[in-house]
C-alpha cells in the first residue's frame, strides 16, 4: 500500500510539474536563417562601423570582452584561421571594454589587424551589448552576402565545414 501511493504522490507531482512549463513560448535570438538587423557605432577612434556597409560580402562578426578569456581566444582562433585560410570573408570583432588603452594594447599583444578590431567603450551597457542579449555568452555568427544567418558560434572547424 505505502509503494502504491508512493506511485500516486510521485504521478501527481510530475503532472503538476508539465502543467507549469510554458511551451508556448517563442524563443529569443538569433537563429541561423533569419536576417541579422543591421546596428552601427562609433568606437573612441572615430571609426565608424555600419553592417550595411558589408552587404555583398560573406562577414563573420564575433562579440568579445577582454575579461572574457574564452572569448578573446575564439576572437584570436577566428581572425588567424580567417587571414590564413580565406581572406575573402570579412571579419568583423567587437570588444566590450570600457578602457580603450587596454583593448589596443590587447589587440598588440594578440597580433589582430586593427582594421577589423572595434571596441565599443560602453561595455555592459552597450546598446548592441543589450540587443544581442550578450549577458548570457558572447557569440559569433557567419553571415550570407544578404545579410542572413548561416552560422553561430563559430569556430575554425566549423568555418571549414561551411566555407
Known amino acids: 500500500?505505502?509503494?502504491?501511493?508512493?506511485?500516486?504522490?510521485?504521478?501527481?507531482?510530475?503532472?503538476?510539474?508539465?502543467?507549469?512549463v510554458k511551451s508556448d513560448r517563442i524563443a529569443i535570438g538569433y537563429f541561423p536563417g533569419?536576417?541579422?538587423?543591421?546596428?552601427?557605432?562609433?568606437?573612441?577612434?572615430?571609426?565608424?562601423?555600419?553592417?550595411?556597409?558589408?552587404?555583398g560580402k560573406k562577414v563573420v562578426i564575433n562579440f568579445w570582452a577582454i575579461n572574457?578569456?574564452?572569448?578573446?581566444?575564439?576572437?584570436?582562433q577566428l581572425h588567424n584561421f580567417l587571414v590564413r585560410n580565406f581572406p575573402d570573408v570579412e571579419m568583423i570583432s567587437i570588444c566590450f571594454d570600457e578602457n580603450e588603452q587596454v583593448f589596443e594594447r590587447t589587440v598588440l599583444l594578440d597580433q589582430l589587424g586593427n582594421h577589423s578590431q572595434f571596441c565599443d567603450v560602453e561595455g555592459a551597457q552597450s546598446e548592441i551589448f543589450?540587443?544581442?542579449?550578450?549577458y548570457r555568452g558572447?557569440?559569433?555568427?557567419?553571415?550570407?552576402?544578404?545579410?542572413?544567418?548561416?552560422?553561430?558560434?563559430?569556430?575554425?572547424?566549423?568555418?571549414?565545414e561551411i566555407l
Not at 555600419?50 to 552587404?55: F, H, N, P, S
Not at 572574457?68 to 584570436?76: E, G, I, K, L, W
Not at 559569433?140 to 568555418?159: H, K, Q, V, Y
Open 68 to 76: 572574457d578569456a574564452q572569448s578573446r581566444a575564439t576572437n584570436v
Open 1 to 20: 500500500m505505502k509503494y502504491v501511493n508512493f506511485c500516486f504522490a510521485a504521478i501527481v507531482l510530475f503532472a503538476l510539474m508539465s502543467s507549469s
Open 130 to 134: 543589450r540587443n544581442f542579449r550578450l
Open 138 to 160: 558572447f557569440r559569433s555568427f557567419l553571415l550570407d552576402e544578404n545579410g542572413a544567418i548561416m552560422s553561430i558560434n563559430l569556430t575554425p572547424e566549423r568555418l571549414k
Open 34 to 55: 533569419d536576417e541579422l538587423p543591421n546596428f552601427s557605432f562609433s568606437d573612441s577612434d572615430g571609426r565608424n562601423f555600419d553592417l550595411r556597409g558589408y552587404r
